[in-house]
């Protein structure tokens, strides 16, 4: 199994940038394509972005294509959520989690983090 967990999540203005990271357990963190996901209070949880096994390949929401931008580093096992230009609309908690193949289904995805908060003020 795999253990993630997320850290740099704060309270940003609108327009500015936070940085997400992901660090996972384990010595298998190389076997799974990684995504990221967003859940607002209210609303169902919404894909934002995957990577593929060696970070060769990735894949947006049209809601955070050219904003946001996901890469992993297998060596330290850690995946990373760059976010530029936040929107008030950003605001919610993001999850990091495992899957065996890409995709932007949440069923398809076996291990999650505990998530992170993102808030971002008008």
């Known amino acids: 199994q795999v253990q993630l967990v997320e850290s740099g999540g704060g309270l940003v203005q609108a327009g500015a940038s936070l940085r997400l990271s992901c660090a996972a357990s384990g010595r298998t963190f190389s076997s799974y394509a990684m995504g990221w996901f967003r859940q607002a209070p209210g609303k169902e949880r919404e894909f934002v972005a995957t990577v593929s096994r060696g970070g060769g390949n990735t894949y947006y929401a049209d809601a955070v294509k050219g904003r946001f931008t996901i890469s992993r580093d297998n060596a330290k096992n850690t995946v990373d959520l760059q976010m530029n230009s936040l929107k008030a609309e950003d605001t919610a908690v993001y999850y990091c989690?495992?899957?065996?193949?890409?995709?932007?289904?949440?069923?398809?995805?076996?291990?999650w983090g505990q998530g992170t908060q993102v808030t971002v003020s008008a």
């Open positions: 989690a495992a899957s065996e193949g890409l995709t932007r289904n949440y069923a398809g995805y076996a291990y």
